[in-house]
C-alpha cells in the first residue's frame, strides 16, 4: 500500500467501525428498499452506467462516486457504508478504490460483483510506454490498470456478466437484463466500429495524456500512449519525467497534450508550452459526464483524438 492510499484505506476502516454499530439489524446485508427493484450500489460512474442500462426500471441504483468528484480518491463516510451494507448487488471494481475494496471486504459477503474478475486486466504499462517516475496507482492495484471500460468491446462483456448476475437475484426478470445486456452490446459494437474506422489512417498514432487512463484504448485501436503521470491522475511528475514526455511528444510531432474533466490541466498545460503543442480534454470517463452518457462521451473523445492525430 503507498503512503496515498493509507489514509483512505483508514478512512474506510474507521467510517466501516462507526457505521457498524448503527446497523447491527441489517448485518445479513441485502435487505433492500424497495421490493419490486433490485437495489444496487455501483462503485463509479461507468459500473453505475452498465447497472442503469441493464437493469432498467427493475433496479434502483445508487453511485459511491459523486458527479464531479474524482473516483480514485473517493473516502466512504457512514451513510455510504450503510449503502453498501443494505445493497442487493455490489458493482465494483477491485484495485481501483481502496475504501470501496475494504467496505466490500468488511460488508459485502456474497452480494458483491467485481468486474475486474471478468477478463484479465491489461498491465499498468499497456498501450504506451513506461518510464521510471510513471508510479503511482499501480502499485495499489498489484501493477494492473483498471479502465477497462475504455474499450468498449471489454465494456460489453462486463454487461453480459452483470446481467447474468442480476437474472441469480432477481430471477424472474433474468430474460429482461439478459435482452437488455444484449441491446447495449449492439449499441457497443457499432461504438467499436466507429472508432476502428475513425482512427484507421491517422498522421499520428502517440496520444500525450496527462496520467495513463488510456491503455486499454491504446491497445485496441493501434494506439501508442505516452502518459505524463501514471495511473493515479493526481500524482506529481519528476522535473525528469516532464524533460522526458516533452522530448518524446517533440519526436512524434505531438500536436495536443491531452488533460482530463477532474483534475487540473496545469501540468499538461506545461508541457504543451514546452513543445509548443495545444491542449484538449480527452475524458477518461471516471465521473459522469457534463452532457450525455458514456456513449456519447466516448464519442466526443473519439473526435478529439481523429483532429489532434489528424486522421482521415
Not at 21 to 41: I, M, Q, T, Y
Amino acid at each position: 500500500m503507498t503512503v496515498r492510499s493509507a489514509p483512505r484505506a483508514l478512512a474506510a476502516a474507521t467510517a466501516a467501525l462507526l457505521t457498524l454499530g448503527g446497523l447491527a439489524a441489517c448485518s445479513e446485508g441485502g435487505g433492500g428498499s424497495d421490493p419490486d427493484r433490485v437495489d444496487v450500489v455501483a462503485a463509479f460512474y461507468p459500473l453505475q452506467f452498465l447497472a442503469e442500462k441493464i437493469g432498467g426500471d427493475a433496479v434502483t441504483v445508487t453511485s459511491l462516486a459523486k458527479p464531479g468528484a474524482e473516483p480514485h480518491d473517493l473516502e466512504l463516510n457512514p451513510r455510504q457504508v450503510g449503502q453498501v451494507v443494505d445493497a442487493e448487488l455490489i458493482v465494483y471494481l477491485s484495485g481501483f478504490q481502496p475504501a470501496v475494496d475494504e467496505a466490500v471486504e468488511q460488508n459485502g459477503g456474497d452480494r458483491a460483483f467485481d468486474v475486474a474478475g471478468v477478463q484479465p486486466l491489461l498491465d499498468a504499462a499497456a498501450g504506451g510506454h513506461q518510464h521510471e517516475g510513471e508510479g503511482g496507482h499501480e502499485e495499489e492495484s498489484g501493477g494492473k490498470d483498471p479502465h477497462l471500460w475504455l474499450d468498449p468491446t471489454r465494456l460489453a462483456t462486463v454487461g453480459d456478466r452483470l446481467a447474468e448476475r442480476l437474472g441469480t437475484v432477481d430471477p424472474d426478470r433474468a430474460a429482461d437484463f439478459t435482452a437488455r445486456a444484449a441491446a447495449l452490446r449492439a449499441e457497443l459494437t457499432g461504438l467499436d466500429a466507429d472508432y476502428t474506422r475513425g482512427l484507421a489512417t491517422c498522421q499520428r498514432r502517440e496520444i500525450v495524456t496527462s496520467h495513463t487512463a488510456f491503455g486499454y484504448l491504446a491497445e485496441h485501436y493501434r494506439l501508442e500512449q505516452v502518459g505524463i503521470t501514471g495511473l493515479s491522475p493526481d500524482a506529481e511528475p519528476s522535473p525528469q519525467r516532464l524533460a522526458e514526455v516533452a522530448k518524446e511528444a517533440r519526436e512524434h510531432a505531438a500536436t495536443t497534450i491531452f488533460f482530463e474533466t477532474l483534475v487540473s490541466p496545469k501540468i499538461a498545460e506545461t508541457v504543451a508550452r514546452e513543445v509548443g503543442a495545444m491542449t484538449a480534454v480527452l475524458d477518461p470517463i471516471e465521473g459522469p459526464p457534463a452532457d450525455g452518457d458514456y456513449l456519447s462521451a466516448m464519442r466526443a473523445n473519439l473526435q478529439t483524438l481523429r483532429t489532434a492525430l489528424d486522421c482521415s
